[in-house]
């Protein structure tokens, strides 16, 4: 084999120059063992959401939920995404509450603009709308109306005051 006194200095030398990572491992430890069972319990975390959205889904039939929603209208060409509707509706809604000391025409061509996306989210989400038809106190009414279903539906709407907070009922 070879000289003893080499292999143990040999040994000696490895010895000391793990030394570092020896300590590093001892006094990290704790943080590597923190680490793991951190990683363990998103992991469980996460099974269990999903395994609780599963049964949500097939508790409420998720299916008959979307059954009366032309899916083929969601691929049709030109139509906007329904999260660029969803953020055009939150921008014109706060533009539409800060209308202080604009003019009248701003203020009703951001109502028209407000009303145009509401219709097209309506039109996307199958909920049937009739801001066309309608105006004056009517037409606010209808709007409330389908504030509150787009948000029954899910799309998140400016409240009318930015103290108020929507509510899932």
């Known amino acids: 084999m070879g000289d003893p006194g080499a292999v143990t200095l040999t040994l000696a030398f490895v010895a ?10 001892l006094f990290c430890a704790d943080e590597i063992i923190d680490r793991l069972a951190c990683r363990w319990a998103e992991w469980r975390e996460g099974r269990r959401e999903r395994r609780t959205i599963a049964q949500l889904d097939r508790a409420i039939e998720a299916d008959a939920l979307t059954r009366d929603i032309d899916l083929t209208e969601f691929d049709r060409d030109g139509r906007r995404p329904l999260e660029q ?6 921008r014109l809604g706060g533009h539409r509450r800060a209308a202080t000391g604009r003019s009248v025409v701003w203020h009703g ?9 509401l219709r097209a989210a309506c039109q996307a989400l199958g909920i049937p709308e009739h801001l ?5 106190v009517d037409r606010e009414i209808e709007r409330l109306r389908v504030e509150g279903l787009l948000h029954a539906a899910g799309l998140t709407l400016p409240a009318a005051r930015p103290e108020q907070r929507q509510r899932h009922r």
């Open 109 to 117: 061509a951001v109502i028209e603009a407000y009303d145009e996306r």
């Open 85 to 90: 509707v969803a953020a055009d509706l939150r």
């Open 16 to 25: 000391v120059a793990c030394l570092p990572a020896a300590f590093a491992a």
């Open 132 to 136: 066309g038809e309608l105006d004056g």
